[in-house]
C-alpha cells in the first residue's frame, strides 16, 4: 500500500491538474461535464460558436491519444460520489435492492455508478478495453446546437473526428431480455426516511408505440393537479406526497407510482388506494377535458425543452441514446394522436397484480424504542 501511494504522489507531479477545463474556460466555455444513465453517457459543454474547431480539436485528440493519467485517483473519487449518493443517503441502498428486484435479468439491475467490488477492483487495463470498445467513433454521436453553419462545421468534424480509427469490432449487443413477469414481488425496508410505499411495473422502452399513453397516463396522475394529490392527499388526507411516472428507456420502461403516508397512516394502507386509481383509469378512462388538458401540459413540455441551447441539445441526446433524435422531433405528434382507448388499454395490458413490484419503506425504530 506504501508502495502504491508512492506512485500515485509521482504520477500527479506529471500531471497538469485540470489543464483541459482551463482551456476551455480561457476561451469563454463553460459547463464542461458529463453525466451517465443505464443506456448512454453524455459529455457536454457550452462555447462560443466562433470556438468549435477548439473543441473539435480538443475533443477528437483525447478520444484519439486518450491516456488516464488520474485512473486511480479518479477510481477513489467514484468511490467516493457512491458512498454519498447511495451509502449515506436514508433509502440509496434499498433503491439499488428495489431496482434489482425489479430487473430480473437483465443489466438494467445494475447500478449505474457501479457495486461497490467492482469500482474497487476496476484495473486500468478494464479501463482501456472498456474505453476502446465503447468510445470509439462508430459508437459515439455528436450533438451542436446553436449560430453556426452547418456545412462548414460538418466538414470540420470529418477532419478532426475523422482521423480516429473505427473499432472493427462493435460493441456487444444485448442479447439477455427481461421475461414477462408472473408474479408480485416485494421488498420491505427499514430506513430513516419517512414511510412510504412505492409500486413499479415493468412496461415498454421509450420508442414503443404504447409509450406516448404511457405518458399521457403519468401526466394524468402526476403533480399538484394529478388524480392522485387530488385523491389521496386533499380528499383521505392518507398521503403527504405522491407521484406517478412513466420511464422509457432503450430496452424496457417502468412505470411507478409513489405515495408518502400520513402521520396517522402506514405506508401499506396507500397501496390499495394507489390501485384504486388505476383500476377506475383501466375501467372508465378519462374525460375529454382531461384528456386534453394533459396532451396541452405534456406538448408544452415537449415544446419548452426546445427553448435553450443546453435542453435541445440534451433531449435531442436523449433520444438519440434510446433510438433516434426523430423520436424527439416526433413526440408532440404521437402524443396529439393518444386516444382514451388508448390510456385504458395500456392501463389494463400493463398494470397487473402479478407484473407489479411493491417496496414498503418503513422508518427505523431507534435502538431505545420498543417495536
Do not use: C
Not at 421488498?187 to 414511510?195: C, F, G, Q
Not at 401526466?219 to 407521484?243: D, F, I, P, T
Amino acid at each position: 500500500m506504501a508502495e502504491f501511494d508512492s506512485l500515485v504522489k509521482q504520477q500527479r507531479a506529471l500531471t497538469v491538474k485540470d489543464e483541459l477545463d482551463r482551456i476551455y474556460k480561457q476561451a469563454g466555455a463553460r459547463g464542461m461535464n458529463a453525466n451517465t444513465t443505464s443506456d448512454r453517457t453524455f459529455f457536454h459543454i457550452e462555447l462560443p460558436s466562433n470556438k468549435v474547431e477548439l473543441w473539435a480539436w480538443l475533443e477528437s485528440d483525447r478520444l484519439k491519444n486518450a491516456v488516464f493519467r488520474e485512473f486511480y485517483s479518479e477510481r477513489d473519487v467514484v468511490i467516493e460520489e457512491r458512498r454519498l449518493r447511495v451509502d449515506a443517503t436514508p433509502t440509496g441502498k434499498a433503491g439499488e435492492a428495489f431496482t434489482a428486484m425489479v430487473w430480473q435479468a437483465h443489466p438494467y439491475s445494475w447500478p449505474v455508478i457501479g457495486w461497490i467490488s467492482d469500482v474497487t477492483q476496476m484495473t486500468r487495463d478494464q479501463a482501456n478495453e472498456f474505453f476502446a470498445t465503447y468510445y470509439a467513433p462508430n459508437n459515439i454521436t455528436a450533438v451542436l446546437v446553436g449560430d453556426f453553419n452547418p456545412g462548414e462545421v460538418l466538414q470540420m468534424l470529418e477532419r478532426y473526428f475523422g482521423r480516429i480509427p473505427a473499432n472493427p469490432k462493435n460493441p456487444p449487443k444485448v442479447i439477455t431480455q427481461e421475461p414477462v413477469q408472473t408474479a408480485e414481488q416485494r421488498l420491505n425496508a427499514e430506513v430513516e426516511s419517512n414511510p412510504s410505499t412505492i409500486i413499479a411495473f415493468k412496461t415498454v422502452p421509450s420508442v414503443h408505440r404504447d409509450a406516448a399513453a404511457l405518458e399521457v397516463l403519468g401526466s394524468l396522475l402526476n403533480g399538484k393537479s394529478g388524480r392522485l394529490y387530488k385523491e389521496l392527499v386533499l380528499n383521505q388526507k392518507s398521503a403527504v406526497g405522491v407521484g406517478a411516472f412513466y420511464h422509457g428507456m432503450k430496452y424496457g420502461g417502468t412505470f411507478s407510482l409513489y405515495a408518502m403516508s400520513a402521520p396517522d397512516r402506514r405506508p401499506e394502507d396507500l397501496e390499495p388506494m394507489l390501485y384504486a386509481e388505476i383500476e377506475k383509469i383501466a375501467r372508465e378512462g378519462l374525460t375529454e377535458h382531461e384528456l386534453q388538458g394533459v396532451k396541452n401540459r405534456v406538448r408544452a413540455e415537449s415544446f419548452s425543452r426546445m427553448e435553450g441551447h443546453a435542453a435541445l441539445r440534451d433531449a435531442l441526446a436523449e433520444a438519440e441514446g434510446r433510438g433516434t433524435y426523430k423520436d424527439f422531433l416526433d413526440e408532440p405528434d404521437r402524443l396529439t394522436v393518444v386516444t382514451n382507448e388508448d390510456v385504458k388499454r395500456v392501463a389494463n395490458v400493463y398494470f397487473k397484480k402479478e407484473r407489479s413490484n411493491v417496496m414498503t419503506i418503513h422508518r427505523k425504530a431507534k435502538e431505545h424504542e420498543v417495536k
